[in-house]
């Protein structure tokens, strides 16, 4: 299986739309990640919390202690409205500049 | 808000916040574990490994979290001011010094600017003084003036700038004018004698108009004001009081409303107190005492009669009315002006008539908020001297400042190498070297407030008399100082680390020749600044040192020692000018009982105290009007002086009202109005005046002698008896054996057996009169005297410094040339000769400034021309001299090395 690199700043996009169907914790965001992207992307694993915390800080995430699957404690993370909007634009941004990119890489193979 | 909030949440919760981030990643790695266990089957340990391996470095990780929770930023900063405020003690005295020169610069700038700001800049303390209007008129020579009483100094266009009005002015204004909602008038009346509980002082009053108070918007803080009914010739006499007077001479008495007092012999009754900001109208003067100028024929100084119509004496000022511009008040008020002026001339005594005189005064209509007078141009003078002496001594504070922290540079360069090889980042360290900066700065700024808190009372009091000045620190000034400091601390402390760790780690572990000599040059031209500043200041203090030496030299032409002089006023107490004559008499006769006293005199004027009395005369025989100094005497005033009579006869008691005018005449006068020595039987009158009608017959010359200040030569002089020309107010000198001022109790006493209601005003030695002549120079001389001392003490300690850590720096070099023949002498050339030239250079450029300076400062010199090329020359000697042993003392122990050693220092 191919790997690549994650592009800077798609991090916190992936993050976003990872805890965008249910709340997840930390772990939970990673496995998300990996499923929702067919585990073509690499995601370092430490480097997931200080991205969460700056979302968090940024008011696109909220927080909650809760159980897990298996029963122990962890912590949660949701958007607020505040993320659930960041994620449309994202998304919109993010499909239209690709969408660009893809036509020209395209048009030079021709 | 909400980040802040939560910001805010993290820090006051810090462990918990630790604690949960601990937790959460304890878990993922436990979570990563137990799929790793059953997707692919490793065992517990192996499962743990593989998940933390793949986890990262934890440490790693919760450092750059808290970084994202805004936590990283204030550890770092706690830490580095930890570090600095070690890194600051353990170099206690690196510390200090730069906190002193720091704090002396900004503090002496901030008291200064504060001061000057103050007294050339202040406004009134009443109610929206930029609401307030102030007159002047610009009158020349040929000004429809009849009398003026008031200040005057010199106007643009060789015309003169008076600030005085007449009476028919102020009530043209008062009752017509539609732009003002108040106009009212006031003026000074100097001292008067107050009586009150029983005792004689004196105060210094005003007379203010009905609406004085109303149009400034000052209120009584006990009683009331004066208002328009108190301005009645007919009204019940009322005073207000100052609440400093309130509390100087009644002790704050709080049953002070409606107590009596008598001013000038007249009762008054005090009405009310004054806020303790307001201390009248002018920006550097106080008055005790306002009265109603209705009551002005009642204190008149000289007891004569009331004002003439044709004198212009009052100040006026006015309160603009919403919206209205000085313009539109200048429109209104002009044409009204002018034909006031026309009446008041009209009115003037017929002694004085003068036809060819048609000119009109130029009306200005100006800003009230300094009052209509401003500070006087010789303060304004003197602070802007010690401003500029201020500010060289902000450059040195700032350029040594500089060089001591280059040095401090240069020997921390070791540390902040081994600090970017373990792995500090550059901008880590220049945040570290920031907060060290800053920190020195705020130490030096606090500092600095303090001297500025301390300095702004001391300072004023140097310049003008009895000034009340509510000097408030400047916060530009403190600002402006503080940060062209800090500034300066940041440039050199920072900057040059900057430069270093770019570098990078490596060249900086061996200091590379280059970057010290370049290090080096910056250190030099430093010092060169302070060694120019330093001389400026040595050269000036040197020729205010050399003037008032001149000024010691000064031959005054009659003997100031064991002279009392003091002044009285006893007119109140006396009827008519013949009773005054008769009560002086009596007054100074029982003043030579008293044991001690050798002889008694009295003069109109105070001798050499900057006061004169100057008189238009003819004389018979060639009728040209010429302008002479005049001084009225008692008939011993020669002999208790001690001035010799050249020729003729003195003035004698027998000159009395009745008998023939008389006049003695100095040897100036002789010379330059008579064109001979002896002119002994001329005759002269006053040119204009009442009084032009009668001549004087010259009976006698005496020598020169100074007139009113030692700067200026003797000018042509005449005396007359004061029986045939009766003053108020005399100044009386007092001939002692031995100490004056030890009389001081006896001839108090002996005044006042005659008249108790009589205070003695100003005691003091002829000589300490004199001396107050000198205030100037004599402060200007200590002043820049000790800024001086300074800067060349702080340049000298800077050049020792260069001169060392060069040395140090090519003690390797200098061991080479030793070991291959050099002699100490070379070595001592090879240092030394590193360092003459900025020394050289620096006292040129000095020479110069100083030169520059001197030339600004010439009218406050005497006897020495602003170059003076022997004051350039001692000071410049003094300066190499002593720098020159700040270099000798460090070249003398390189050359002192021992060349194996030397060899051995890389």
Redesign the interface.
């Given at each position: 299986m191919r790997r690549a690199e994650l592009l800077p700043g798609t991090l916190d996009l992936l993050i976003l739309k990872a805890v965008s169907l249910r709340a997840e914790h930390g772990y939970g965001v990673l496995l998300r990640i990996e499923q929702i992207t067919g585990g073509a992307l690499l995601v370092e694993q430490g480097a997931l919390y200080p991205a969460l915390y700056r979302l968090e800080g940024q008011g696109l995430l909220e927080t909650e202690w809760g159980t897990s699957d298996n029963n122990r404690k962890a912590k949660f993370y949701s958007l607020t409205a505040a993320g659930r909007k960041r994620l449309k634009a994202e998304t919109e941004r993010w499909t239209v500049s690709a969408g660009a990119v893809n036509t020209a890489l395209k048009a030079q193979e021709a | 808000m909400?980040?802040l909030r939560?910001l805010w949440h993290r820090l006051a919760h810090r462990a918990e916040v630790e604690r949960?981030?601990a937790?959460?990643?304890a878990?993922?790695i436990?979570?990563?574990a137990?799929d790793l266990m059953s997707r692919l089957g490793l065992s517990r340990a192996e499962a743990f490994r593989q998940a933390r391996i793949?986890?990262?470095?934890?440490e790693?990780?919760?450092d750059?979290?808290r970084?994202?929770?805004?936590l990283r930023l204030l550890d770092d900063l706690r830490a580095d001011f930890r570090f600095a405020r070690r890194a600051l003690t353990k170099n206690l005295g690196f510390s200090l010094a730069a906190i002193v020169i720091l704090a002396l610069g900004i503090g002496a700038n901030t008291a200064v600017f504060s001061v000057v700001d103050a007294m050339l800049m202040g406004t009134l303390p009443v109610k929206d003084p930029q609401g307030l209007v102030a007159f002047d008129t610009l009158q020349t020579r040929d000004s429809m003036v009849a009398g003026y009483s008031g200040n005057g100094r010199p106007g643009p266009g060789g015309t003169a700038r008076r600030t005085s009005f007449p009476m028919v002015t102020f009530e043209r204004f008062r009752d017509h004018a539609t732009t003002l909602s108040h106009v009212f008038a006031f003026t000074s009346i100097g001292s008067v004698a107050v009586v009150a509980d029983a005792s004689a002082e004196m105060a210094s009053a005003q007379l203010v108009s009905g609406s004085y108070f109303d149009g400034l918007g000052v209120p009584a803080v006990m009683g009331r004001t004066l208002g328009p009914s108190d301005d009645r010739p007919d009204a019940e006499p009322a005073a207000v009081v100052s609440h400093r007077y309130w509390q100087r001479r009644f002790f704050g008495d709080a049953g002070i409303i409606g107590k009596t007092i008598r001013v000038n012999g007249t009762t008054f009754t005090i009405v009310g107190v004054t806020p303790e900001s307001f201390h009248g109208t002018e920006v550097t003067e106080s008055v005790d005492l306002s009265v109603p100028l209705a009551m002005s024929p009642h204190l008149s100084p000289t007891g004569g009669p009331p004002r003439s119509r044709a004198t212009w004496w009052l100040l006026l000022m006015g309160r603009l009315k919403p919206g209205v511009t000085r313009e539109q008040v200048f429109a209104e008020l002009r044409p009204i002006f002018n034909e006031s002026v026309l009446t008041s001339w009209s009115a003037r005594d017929p002694g004085t008539r003068n036809p060819e005189r048609s000119g009109m005064p130029t009306m200005r209509v100006l800003s009230g908020s300094q009052g209509p007078n401003g500070p006087s141009p010789r303060t304004r003078d003197s602070l802007t001297y010690v401003f500029v002496v201020a500010g060289v001594v902000l450059l040195i504070a700032c350029v040594n400042v500089a060089s001591l922290l280059l040095v401090r540079a240069a020997n921390r360069r070791q540390e902040m190498t081994v600090r970017l090889a373990l792995g500090a980042s550059r901008a880590r360290l220049i945040r570290q070297l920031l907060t060290e900066s800053l920190l020195l700065a705020t130490a030096g700024a606090s500092a600095g407030l303090a001297i500025a808190w301390w300095a702004k009372d001391a300072l004023p009091p140097m310049f003008e008399d009895d000034v009340v000045l509510a000097t408030a620190i400047d916060a530009r000034a403190l600002a402006f100082a503080g940060v062209l400091t800090t500034v300066t601390a940041l440039v050199f402390g920072v900057g040059h680390a900057l430069r270093a760790t770019r570098v990078g780690a490596m060249p900086w572990l061996k200091e590379t020749a280059r970057a010290g000599g370049q290090r080096a040059l910056m250190a030099r031209t430093l010092i060169g600044v302070q060694i120019a500043a330093s001389l400026v200041l040595i050269v000036v203090a040197g020729l205010f040192v050399r003037t008032l030496y001149n000024y010691s030299l000064v031959d005054v032409g009659f003997d100031t020692r064991n002279l009392m002089v003091f002044q009285l006023d006893p007119t109140p107490s006396a009827a008519d000018s013949a009773d005054v004559v008769e009560l002086y008499e009596r007054l100074l006769g029982e003043v030579e009982t008293v044991p001690g006293v050798q002889s008694v005199t009295l003069s109109a004027l105070p001798v050499v105290a900057r006061s004169e009395w100057t008189e238009t005369i003819r004389t018979e025989r060639n009728e040209t009007a010429r302008e002479v100094h005049l001084q009225v005497v008692r008939w011993n005033f020669f002999q208790t002086l001690g001035m010799p009579l050249v020729a003729g006869r003195s003035l004698q008691a027998s000159d009395t009202a009745n008998a023939p005018r008389v006049a003695v005449i100095n040897a100036a006068m002789a010379r330059e109005v008579f064109d001979e020595d002896l002119p002994i039987g001329q005759r002269f009158r006053f040119a204009n005046g009442p009084r032009r009608d009668v001549p004087f017959e010259v009976v006698g010359v005496v020598r020169n002698a100074k007139y009113s200040r030692l700067s200026e030569p003797e000018p042509s002089t005449f005396f007359i008896p004061y029986t045939q020309f009766p003053t108020g107010r005399m100044t009386v000198e007092v001939r002692t054996m031995g100490e004056a001022l030890a009389l001081t109790g006896g001839v108090r006493a002996a005044i006042q057996r005659i008249d108790p209601g009589l205070p003695l005003i100003n005691v003091r030695t002829q000589d300490a009169q004199i001396q107050e002549t000198l205030r100037n120079p004599r402060i200007f001389a200590a002043l820049t005297a000790v800024a001086g001392a300074i800067g060349l003490l702080l340049a000298c300690i800077g050049l020792y410094g260069v001169v060392s850590y060069d040395a140090r720096r090519r003690t390797g070099e200098i061991g080479v040339r030793m070991a291959l023949g050099a002699e100490r002498s070379d070595v001592l050339r090879l240092v030394m000769g590193q360092t003459s030239w900025i020394v050289t250079i620096g006292t040129g450029v000095g020479l110069i400034l100083a030169g520059a300076l001197a030339q600004l400062l010439r009218g406050q010199l005497f006897g020495v021309e602003p170059f003076d090329i022997s004051t350039m020359a001692s000071a410049t000697l003094l300066l190499v001299a002593i720098a020159g042993l700040a270099v000798f003392l460090p070249a003398r122990r390189a050359a002192r090395l021992d060349p194996t050693q030397a060899l051995r220092h890389e």
């Open positions: - | 909400r980040r939560m949960q981030m937790d959460e990643l878990f993922h436990d979570a990563r137990t793949e986890f990262g470095s934890v790693k990780y919760k750059e979290s970084a994202s929770l805004g």
